[in-house]
């Protein structure tokens, strides 16, 4: 079952990446992250993808300190997510007009919460920027709410700052991501667990 566990995985990361990049070609605004990728990119000229893997690897290493132990889904998380979101920005044109930016934005929004319940449920691992608010959580006594909130204001501060796209999308993203990945996560925890007799 390892190996069905490693295919939804990959498939769940994939999955948000392609949710990720068609949020970006609505240009209606991004998850926090990704308007600091995309601020980023504007000073430095890399992508969307390389610099999601260069702040994945960045972040994997304050769990130093926290004492956090990456699993093959940290590092599966850094990668894919970055190249899958690299390749859809590349096939995926720009969206005109509001009919087919509204429905790229909120086909995204949806497509983060269905990766993101996948490669939770997969169960081999979170991804880098998750670990940190769990390790704050362990270590400082932080709530998970707390350490999600105060990071990702942090990042969203900066990335809009160096002149990353927050908008509704921001907005939208912030409020459905967690009632999304509550309702998809059902579907694919223990999917691979052996059945009692």
Do not use: K
């Not at 940290?74 to 970055?82: E, F, K, P, V, Y």
């Amino acid at each position: 079952m390892w190996g069905l566990r490693f295919i939804q995985l990959l498939a769940g990361l994939c999955v948000f990446g392609l949710g990720a990049a068609l949020m970006v070609r609505s240009n209606l605004g991004l998850d926090p992250w990704n308007v600091f990728h995309q601020g980023l990119s504007g000073l430095t000229g890399l992508s969307l993808g390389v610099l999601s893997i260069l702040s994945g690897v960045v972040v994997m290493l304050l769990w130093i300190p926290l004492r956090q132990m990456p699993g093959i889904g940290t590092i599966a998380n850094i990668l894919m997510i970055g190249l899958s979101l690299d390749f859809f920005l590349w096939v995926l044109p720009e969206f005109q007009g509001w009919p087919l930016r509204i429905g790229a934005l909120a086909f995204g929004v949806v497509l983060t919460g269905f990766g993101s319940a996948a490669y939770i449920g997969a169960g081999m691992g979170t991804g880098p920027r998750d670990g940190l608010m769990v390790g704050l959580n362990r270590r400082l006594g932080w709530s998970i709410r707390v350490s999600r909130m105060l990071v990702e204001v942090v990042v969203l501060a900066i990335g809009w700052l160096l002149g990353g796209v927050a908008g509704v999308g921001t907005v939208a993203f912030a409020l459905c991501i967690g009632p999304l990945v509550q309702f998809f996560l059902p579907w694919f925890q223990n999917r691979f667990q052996p059945r009692p007799e």
